[in-house]
């Protein structure tokens, strides 16, 4: 069940909670995969709401697939880290308000054996950038902390946050 729809059915577009999974995809190169979000124009892990009764590694593994075309297993993912706080408030275009608590794990993946065909219409492009070449302020501000917990602090280790 889309738990999404169905909160939004009984409570509109009052603010509420759920919970986020995504995976934070590096190629070879250590280069991320980046979405650019049909909704509002912004930058993006592959990632989503997880669904009524769905595990957190299959509600990641099916929005990055769902997104990108990218087929994962659980094998291929571990947990970076679960982040929480104001950074995850997500205000949609139709004035949904949704506080994210967000799963986030880490995939590497070799480009040139993955094909990149989404098979949902939530992006507008999708490819791999260098991380100096991100705009960080133009990233999701839960995925902006997720890159420079990454990248600039070198966290390695499981985060909690």
Request: hydrophobic residues 35%.
């Amino acid at each position: 069940m889309d738990y999404i729809k169905y909160i939004r059915g009984l409570i509109g577009h009052k603010e509420v909670m759920a919970i986020g999974v995504a995976i934070l995809v590096l190629n070879e190169k250590e280069e991320v995969l980046l979405e650019t979000r049909s909704d509002n124009g912004k930058f993006s892990f592959p990632g989503g709401a997880l669904n009524m009764g769905e595990k957190v590694k299959s509600g990641a593994i099916r929005e990055t697939y769902e997104e990108t075309g990218i087929k994962l297993n659980e094998k291929d993912i571990t947990l970076l880290g679960i982040f929480s706080g104001p950074e995850g408030r997500m205000e949609y275009p139709n004035e949904d308000v949704t506080y994210y608590t967000d799963i986030i794990f880490l995939a590497r993946v070799n480009s040139s054996e993955v094909k990149i065909k989404p098979l949902d219409h939530e992006s507008k492009e999708i490819k791999f950038v260098p991380f100096d070449k991100i705009d960080l302020a133009n990233c999701l501000t839960m995925d902006q902390r997720v890159l420079k917990s990454y990248f600039i602090d070198k966290n390695r280790e499981v985060v909690v946050d």
